[in-house]
C-alpha cells in the first residue's frame, strides 16, 4: 500500500476537498442567467463556463493519475485543492465572458486532482467486496457539493452577485486544501516511478476489454446526463418563469435522490446486485427525464429531479466500482481515465446540448437524454451480466 488504511479524519478532509470540487463544478448551472444578462450573450455562449470547466477536468485527468501513484494521492489532492482557490479567486475578478470561461477552465483543470485520486485512494484502501458502499459514502460530499453549487450559485448570483459565489468558494478551497496538504505531510511518500511511462500506463488500462466497455459506458453516461442537468435551471426560468434560486432549489432535488440512494447502496446492492443498479438507474433517468420534457407545469419537475439523482447515482456508483478494479497496479491512472472520459462526455454533451437548445429547445434536450439512458442502463447491467459469466469461466 502506498497510502496509510482509510481512516474517519482523513476521509472527512477528502470529503470536504470533493464537496468544494462538486460545488466548483456546477456553480454556473444556476447562474446561467445571470452570466448572460451581464455580458450581453447567449445561454448556449454562457455555458461555455460548464462545458470549459468539464473539458479541462477531464483533459488533465491524465496528468494528476500518474502523479498521485508517484507522489502520493493524498498529497497531490491537498495541493490540487490549493490550486483551485486560484481559478475561483479569478472568476470572481472576471472583467469579460472570456476571462470568466479562462477561470473556468483553469478551475476544472486544477479541480481534476480531486475526487479521481480520492476514488484511487479509496481503492487502495478498501478490498472490493466492501468499497461500492465506501464510495457510495463519498457520494454523500459530492452529491451535497452538487446541491450547494447548483442552489447557492442562483441565490448568492441573484441576492448579491455571481462574483460573490465565487469569493465563498474560493474560500472553502483554501481552508480545505490547507488542512489536507499539512495533514498529507504524515503519509509516506510511495517509490518514484517513471513518468515518461504514462502513454504506456494508459495503454495498460485500455489493452483490458472489460476496461474499455467501462470507459465507454461511462463517456455516453456523461454526455446524456450532465448536458440535460446543466439546462434544467434555465428551462424552468425560461419555460415556466421560476426565479433561478427557486429553480436551482428544484433542480437540488438531483442531489437529495443522490444522498437518499448512497444511504441505501448497502441494502439495494445486496437485493438487486449490481446489474439490478445498473437496470434501476437507466430507468429511473429515462422516466425522470422525460417528464422533465413534457412537463405541463414546474410543479411536475420535482419527483422528476429527485428520482433522475437517484437513478444516476445508482448506475454511475456501479462505474465507479468497475473502474477501480479496471486496473489495480496503476489504479491512479485507471481512475483518472476513467473521469477523463467522463468529463470529455460531459463537455461534449453539453456543447451539442447548447447548439440543440438555441436551435430548437431544452425538452429535446431532456427527450433525447430521456431515451438514451434507458437503453444505456439495460446495454450496461447485459454487459455486466457477461463480463461476470466469462469471470466465473476463468
Given at each position: 500500500?502506498?497510502?496509510?488504511?482509510?481512516?474517519?479524519?482523513?476521509?472527512?478532509?477528502?470529503?470536504?476537498?470533493?464537496?468544494?470540487?462538486?460545488?466548483?463544478?456546477?456553480?454556473?448551472?444556476?447562474?446561467?442567467?445571470?452570466?448572460?444578462?451581464?455580458?450581453?450573450?447567449?445561454?448556449?455562449?454562457?455555458?461555455?463556463?460548464?462545458?470549459?470547466?468539464?473539458?479541462?477536468?477531464?483533459?488533465?485527468?491524465?496528468?494528476?493519475?500518474?502523479?498521485?501513484?508517484?507522489?502520493?494521492?493524498?498529497?497531490?489532492?491537498?495541493?490540487?485543492?490549493?490550486?483551485?482557490?486560484?481559478?475561483?479567486?479569478?472568476?470572481?475578478?472576471?472583467?469579460?465572458?472570456?476571462?470568466?470561461?479562462?477561470?473556468?477552465?483553469?478551475?476544472?483543470?486544477?479541480?481534476?486532482?480531486?475526487?479521481?485520486?480520492?476514488?484511487?485512494?479509496?481503492?487502495?484502501?478498501?478490498?472490493?467486496?466492501?468499497?461500492?458502499?465506501?464510495?457510495?459514502?463519498?457520494?454523500?460530499?459530492?452529491?451535497?457539493?452538487?446541491?450547494?453549487?447548483?442552489?447557492?450559485?442562483?441565490?448568492?448570483?441573484?441576492?448579491?452577485?455571481?462574483?460573490?459565489?465565487?469569493?465563498?468558494?474560493?474560500?472553502?478551497?483554501?481552508?480545505?486544501?490547507?488542512?489536507?496538504?499539512?495533514?498529507?505531510?504524515?503519509?509516506?511518500?510511495?517509490?518514484?516511478?517513471?513518468?515518461?511511462?504514462?502513454?504506456?500506463?494508459?495503454?495498460?488500462?485500455?489493452?483490458?476489454?472489460?476496461?474499455?466497455?467501462?470507459?465507454?459506458?461511462?463517456?455516453?453516461?456523461?454526455?446524456?446526463?450532465?448536458?440535460?442537468?446543466?439546462?434544467?435551471?434555465?428551462?424552468?426560468?425560461?419555460?415556466?418563469?421560476?426565479?433561478?434560486?427557486?429553480?436551482?432549489?428544484?433542480?437540488?432535488?438531483y442531489g437529495i435522490g443522490g444522498l437518499f440512494y448512497?444511504?441505501?447502496?448497502?441494502?439495494?446492492?445486496?437485493?438487486?446486485?449490481?446489474?439490478?443498479?445498473?437496470?434501476?438507474?437507466?430507468?429511473?433517468?429515462?422516466?425522470?427525464?422525460?417528464?422533465?420534457?413534457?412537463?405541463?407545469?414546474?410543479?411536475?419537475?420535482?419527483?422528476?429531479?429527485?428520482?433522475?439523482?437517484?437513478?444516476?447515482?445508482?448506475?454511475?456508483?456501479?462505474?465507479?466500482?468497475?473502474?477501480?478494479?479496471?486496473?489495480?497496479?496503476?489504479?491512479?491512472?485507471?481512475?483518472?481515465?476513467?473521469?477523463?472520459?467522463?468529463?470529455?462526455?460531459?463537455?461534449?454533451?453539453?456543447?451539442?446540448?447548447?447548439?440543440?437548445?438555441?436551435?430548437?429547445?431544452?425538452?429535446?434536450?431532456?427527450?433525447?437524454?430521456?431515451?438514451?439512458?434507458?437503453?444505456?442502463?439495460?446495454?450496461?447491467?447485459?454487459?455486466?451480466?457477461?463480463?461476470?459469466?466469462?469471470?466465473?469461466?476463468?
Amino acid at each position: 500500500m502506498s497510502v496509510r488504511p482509510l481512516d474517519s479524519r482523513t476521509l472527512w478532509l477528502l470529503g470536504a476537498c470533493a464537496f468544494a470540487s462538486m460545488a466548483s463544478m456546477r456553480i454556473c448551472d444556476a447562474m446561467l442567467p445571470s452570466l448572460t444578462a451581464e455580458f450581453s450573450a447567449t445561454t448556449g455562449q454562457g455555458a461555455r463556463t460548464i462545458s470549459g470547466f468539464a473539458l479541462a477536468y477531464g483533459v488533465l485527468q491524465l496528468f494528476y493519475g500518474p502523479l498521485g501513484d508517484r507522489y502520493g494521492k493524498v498529497r497531490v489532492i491537498g495541493f490540487a485543492t490549493l490550486a483551485c482557490t486560484i481559478g475561483s479567486a479569478a472568476a470572481a475578478l472576471s472583467p469579460t465572458l472570456d476571462w470568466l470561461v479562462v477561470s473556468r477552465i483553469l478551475s476544472g483543470a486544477a479541480a481534476a486532482g480531486i475526487i479521481p485520486l480520492t476514488m484511487a485512494w479509496i481503492g487502495d484502501s478498501v478490498a472490493y467486496e466492501g468499497r461500492q458502499e465506501v464510495l457510495a459514502k463519498l457520494l454523500g460530499a459530492t452529491v451535497f457539493g452538487m446541491i450547494c453549487g447548483q442552489w447557492l450559485g442562483g441565490l448568492v448570483a441573484e441576492k448579491l452577485s455571481w462574483r460573490a459565489a465565487f469569493v465563498m468558494l474560493a474560500a472553502i478551497f483554501l481552508i480545505s486544501g490547507a488542512m489536507l496538504a499539512k495533514r498529507a505531510r504524515g503519509f509516506a511518500t510511495p517509490a518514484p516511478g517513471d513518468m515518461g511511462s504514462v502513454p504506456r500506463r494508459v495503454l495498460d488500462v485500455l489493452a483490458q476489454p472489460w476496461a474499455r466497455t467501462v470507459l465507454l459506458v461511462t463517456c455516453i453516461e456523461g454526455a446524456l446526463a450532465f448536458s440535460a442537468l446543466a439546462f434544467i435551471p434555465s428551462h424552468l426560468h425560461a419555460s415556466f418563469n421560476l426565479s433561478m434560486p427557486t429553480a436551482g432549489a428544484v433542480v437540488a432535488l438531483y442531489g437529495i435522490g443522490g444522498l437518499f440512494y448512497s444511504r441505501c447502496a448497502r441494502t439495494l446492492l445486496r437485493r438487486f446486485g449490481e446489474t439490478g443498479l445498473a437496470t434501476i438507474g437507466g430507468v429511473c433517468l429515462g422516466i425522470a427525464f422525460g417528464t422533465i420534457a413534457f412537463s405541463p407545469s414546474w410543479q411536475w419537475t420535482l419527483p422528476a429531479c429527485l428520482l433522475a439523482g437517484f437513478g444516476f447515482y445508482a448506475m454511475h456508483n456501479t462505474l465507479q466500482t468497475h473502474a477501480t478494479q479496471m486496473a489495480p497496479a496503476v489504479r491512479g491512472t485507471a481512475v483518472s481515465l476513467f473521469a477523463c472520459v467522463l468529463f470529455f462526455g460531459q463537455s461534449l454533451g453539453v456543447l451539442l446540448a447548447a447548439w440543440v437548445v438555441d436551435a430548437m429547445s431544452s425538452s429535446t434536450v431532456f427527450a433525447f437524454s430521456a431515451i438514451g439512458l434507458l437503453l444505456l442502463g439495460g446495454a450496461f447491467a447485459s454487459l455486466i451480466r457477461q463480463h461476470n459469466r466469462r469471470l466465473r469461466g476463468a
